[in-house]
């Protein structure tokens, strides 16, 4: 049992890591982005591809994956530079889709359903099992930590206000002489890049990575984790991530009290329940559970 809670910490690690990231260019900068799924994907077969089939040391082949994150989310930006919510909406979710498509339908590259197999690990072989449950735990914990400073940081500076108000209203930020250009696009490319790495520490854990992980349904997790911790909070997200991964955890045992239901009907009833509490918390909390600081100017 404590190899399972070790377990889902450290996923509660990978969905706190995505989270900062979107609530960088959403929660902070009112960027939508629906392609998380992609820049997850990205990161993840970049890093399983460069130490399989490239040969590339773990480490090395990890730190490739923000690289390729980087690079994709400022290309996503420039590709979308007139486009506003709900159609810059549409785009991403159509990026996410098509990087999908590309790993299902690329056998000759990654597998495709078959799933890649990754056996390269950081410090693999040093380590016995029990002792690397938590080693990664500890690894994907210092990443998430580092990625809250960077992100905090970020709020906190001018910088920060300068996003904050490129979300309220770009026109005036335009007006005020800022390059609301330039702003999108950097941190655009810095969402990717942290989503990037999430993605290589996800592959080198289950060590088996296939398209059917990457569905839109993980975009909409990670969506629902900055709803629900607060939208431009950075605490409230970790919290959110918390709240949204022991909600599909624990919806999992619903099989040991509804044994008539089979596992598709069981599927379904968690979405129902993941969005009814979803609901429950938007309700009470509409704006999440630790809501944004309001600004306080000290001249």
Request: glycine residues 12%; positive net charge; aromatic residues 12%.
């Amino acid at each position: 049992m404590t190899f399972y809670f070790v377990s889902i910490a450290t996923y509660v690690g990978f969905f706190m890591i995505m989270a900062l990231a979107l609530n960088l260019q959403w929660g902070m900068t009112g960027m939508v982005n629906f392609g998380v799924a992609g820049f997850y994907a990205i990161g993840a077969y970049t890093s399983g591809l460069l130490s399989v089939k490239a040969g590339w040391p773990v480490e090395w082949a990890m730190l490739a994956a923000p690289v390729m994150g980087l690079i994709w989310g400022a290309a996503v930006a420039l590709l979308s530079i007139r486009l506003r919510e709900d159609f810059l909406a549409i785009v991403t979710l159509g990026f996410g889709e098509i990087v999908r498509l590309f790993v299902l339908n690329e056998d000759w590259l990654t597998e495709g359903p078959r799933g890649l197999r990754i056996d390269a690990r950081p410090l693999g072989g040093m380590l016995d099992r029990d002792q690397y449950a938590y080693f990664y735990l500890a690894l994907v914990a210092v990443t998430v930590l580092i990625i809250f400073l960077i992100s905090e940081r970020i709020r906190r500076s001018p910088y920060g206000r300068v996003l904050r108000a490129i979300r309220e209203d770009d026109v005036v930020a335009g007006v005020l002489g800022k390059v609301v250009l330039r702003y999108r696009i950097q941190v655009f490319a810095l969402g990717g890049a942290f989503m990037g790495l999430g993605g290589a520490l996800y592959a080198h854990y289950v060590q088996n990575i296939s398209p059917d992980v990457f569905m839109p349904m993980v975009a909409i997790f990670i969506w629902m984790s900055v709803i629900v911790g607060g939208a431009g909070n950075n605490k409230g997200l970790l919290i959110g991530a918390g709240v949204v991964m022991a909600l599909l955890e624990g919806t999992r045992f619903l099989g040991d009290f509804m044994i008539w239901l089979d596992a598709e009907k069981l599927s379904a009833l968690r979405i129902i329940l993941i969005g009814v509490l979803l609901i429950v918390v938007l309700r009470l909390r509409p704006r999440g559970l630790m809501p944004e600081e309001k600004f306080r100017y000290n001249p």
